[in-house]
């Protein structure tokens, strides 16, 4: 669910005359709970530190409130559940165009609480606005505590920081333009600060995420840069692991949905690697964010193609090659050893590295013909094999195995480093596997 849009909420003031200790009303509660939520300034700063200038800050202006202070209620009895006033005011609520009603008490603090995606939350006036914020958030997002990640979620800490970039885009607070997908091995990334306005502008991002599939990495970054982030702990860049696949962020497998990895936030200069050997380093500060290189080990099944390479290279070296035929796979070589962009785009998007190719001799000749210029794609075994336009592999006339077809040999070879030609020689594919990419 979403929170897009301003939203009707009734706010209603709940007393309890004879509970332990009794409830003080103030005179002017209405009032008090009006200031809360519209208009709250910091008698030092002057910011505005109430709920709606929370919503407005965190949502980059997506999300805003509307409040209604509703009647007074009062109840003789100690604990009130959050949905007690249901029967008596929830249909008229409803009927009056009411998104979400809020009960607020007199007592201490820990009385917060919500119906995840339902109608009705409770809090006290002693708990302050993240509380506030978090439990409306509970009803109209139904999003889930995002544990562990301290004060840098609001829905962590109840704090009035800013959620993490991970929590504003399940909750349609920041758009998938904003969220870069690493692929490859290395690249660098401006990040545009989480608590500043949404969307990033140009070449900047919001947040970067490592890898397609349950578990994956994220990393943004933080800065004081408003009256809410500035209780964050420390500036900078942080990361954290995304463990749950619940579009709503609820735990799975009895494990927390998401873990901060970085308790401090990394500086200038400053890396991370975390368990699964992907490395952040902070390169550089500017106005507004950071810049950051992210690098990923390789996939440890390279070595071994790299090695069944290395057999192709001796067959090149072998006594008979006619010296301009193996001058020109050298060239070929060394002209094709930093992948096209086309060909990387391609990759990324379409290579499937869990189809492996059946056994080494495949490798070797499916490889050997795609470093071959197409003309000279006839040489000594291999004189019968030739390379079809639609990425297969033909022996005369009649059509090899599936296990053949480059776009399950070639192109995991060159997700490897390896010094292949693909182009528009390879159909793409659409039912492939992209998690290593």
Wanted: glycine residues 8%; proline residues 6%.
């Amino acid at each position: 669910m979403t929170w897009i849009g301003r939203k009707k909420i009734a706010f209603i003031p709940l007393s309890r005359p004879n509970a332990h200790p009794p409830d003080q009303v103030p005179a002017d509660w209405e009032a008090q709970i009006l200031r809360r939520v519209l208009f709250d300034p910091n008698p030092t700063t002057g910011a505005d530190r109430s709920l709606r200038a929370y919503i407005h800050a965190a949502s980059s202006g997506r999300a805003d409130l509307d409040a209604v202070v509703m009647p007074r209620e009062s109840v003789d009895q100690q604990d009130v559940p959050v949905a007690f006033l249901e029967g008596k005011l929830g249909a008229q609520l409803r009927s009056q165009g009411f998104n979400a009603a809020a009960i607020v008490m007199l007592g201490g603090p820990g009385a917060g609480t919500a119906q995840s995606g339902g109608f009705w939350a409770r809090f006290v006036m002693l708990e302050g606005v993240g509380v506030w914020a978090m439990e409306l958030m509970h009803c109209l997002t139904a999003f889930r505590h995002a544990h562990n990640m301290g004060k840098f979620d609001e829905m962590s800490c109840a704090c009035a920081t800013h959620p993490s970039a991970y929590t504003k885009a399940a909750i349609g607070w920041l758009g998938a333009s904003a969220i870069a997908s690493h692929s490859g091995q290395s690249a660098n990334y401006s990040l545009h600060t989480v608590g500043l306005v949404q969307p990033p502008p140009s070449g900047r991002v919001a947040t970067v995420r490592i890898g397609r599939q349950v578990p994956y990495l994220m990393v943004e970054a933080r800065q004081k840069v408003d009256q809410f982030d500035a209780n964050i702990p420390s500036e900078g860049v942080i990361m954290y692991r995304v463990q749950t696949s619940d579009p709503l962020g609820a735990a799975q497998n009895g494990i927390a949905p998401i873990e901060l990895l970085t308790t401090t936030a990394l500086k200038p200069g400053q890396s991370f690697t975390s368990s699964s050997g992907v490395t952040v380093k902070v390169t550089s500060a500017f106005a507004g964010g950071f810049t950051v290189r992210i690098t990923r080990p390789a996939d440890p099944r390279c070595a071994d193609i790299l090695r069944k390479i290395a057999d192709i290279d001796d067959r090149l070296d072998e006594p008979g090659i006619d010296p301009n035929e193996k001058k020109r796979l050298r060239i070929a070589q060394r002209s094709t050893q930093d992948t096209s962009q086309t060909t990387r785009l391609f990759l990324r998007q379409q290579a499937n590295p869990r189809q492996t190719c059946r056994n080494r001799e495949e490798l070797r000749q499916v490889t050997l013909l795609a470093l071959m210029p197409p003309e000279r794609r006839s040489v000594r075994d291999t004189s019968s094999w030739k390379l079809s336009m639609n990425g297969t592999l033909s022996k005369g006339k009649r059509l090899l195995p599936t296990r053949y077809r480059t776009n399950r040999c070639s192109r995991r070879a060159t997700a490897c480093g390896l010094r292949t030609r693909l182009s528009s020689s390879v159909m793409p594919r659409t039912d492939v596997d992209n998690s290593w990419f």
